[in-house]
């Protein structure tokens, strides 16, 4: 029940594209959604999140769509960019006590071609 | 603010050698993080510190794996002996219960490699 599942696992598209990454959970204690956008030899960092009370959030070119009835979540990254090339993470978190839990997906390495 | 600092980046070591890894978290973070990362995978949780207590240690390989967080600010996690597939990057995180909604901050990694 603490897995999430991401899909693709790769994915390549043209400058300009709109990449998309999908996840689904099962576990429906899990309150906030975020996506880790990881550089070759850097940790992840945090790119967005989200509430499940919300079904869409916007920052920049990057957008997290939420389907709370299905138990999906997927990013998208409007103009793609060759700088976005990384490997992306959505993740999904509870919080026990004082502090919140992260379950990853298994990554999805992006590659925009210039 | 600097961010979490790891070292060493690297590290090439036989099996059954001990090995060590040290973390500094952002300061003023109370809550620090242990993960494992395997190659192609995402970020596993091994051990979560409050301040200097362990309070989830459940994915942590007690047999060989220890970690101990002194004075509630630095960090070591140390493998004894260590197996071949103990190769991975071993990342470490922190928070702070001031930050809404406890967002995690990742160091770079050290990335082990067991011969």
């Known amino acids: 029940q603490q897995q999430v599942k991401q899909s693709p696992q790769s994915l390549i598209v043209q400058k300009g594209g709109i990449p998309i990454i999908n996840c689904a959970y099962e576990n429906t204690a899990f309150d906030y959604f975020p996506w880790y956008q990881q550089f070759p030899g850097k940790g992840p960092a945090l790119l967005i999140a989200i509430r499940p009370d919300v079904s869409e959030k916007k920052e920049g070119r990057f957008t997290i769509s939420f389907n709370k009835s299905a138990k999906q979540f997927s990013l998208h990254i409007m103009d793609s960019q060759p700088g976005d090339s990384a490997t992306y993470f959505c993740?999904?978190?509870?919080?026990?006590?004082?502090?919140?839990?992260?379950?990853f997906g298994s990554g999805t390495q992006l590659t925009v071609l210039p | 603010e600097a961010g979490v600092v790891q070292s060493p980046r690297y590290k090439i070591i036989e099996k059954k050698q001990p090995v060590a890894f040290w973390c500094n978290p952002i300061s003023g973070h109370n809550t620090l993080y242990w993960y494992l990362q395997n190659l192609g995978q995402g970020p596993e949780l091994l051990i979560r510190?409050?301040?200097?207590?362990?309070?989830?240690d459940s994915q942590l390989p007690k047999d060989r794996f220890s970690a101990e967080r002194l004075k509630g600010v630095d960090s070591t996690l140390k493998i004894q002996p260590a197996e071949l597939g103990d190769s991975a990057v071993y990342l470490c995180?922190?928070?702070?219960?001031?930050?809404?909604?406890?967002?995690?901050?990742f160091g770079p990694g050290t990335r082990l490699t067991v011969t």
């Open positions: 993740a999904a978190s509870i919080i026990p006590g004082s502090a919140r839990q992260l379950t």
């Open positions: 995180a922190s928070s702070s219960h001031g930050t809404s909604p406890y967002e995690q901050y």
């Open positions: 510190y409050e301040n200097e207590e362990a309070v989830d």
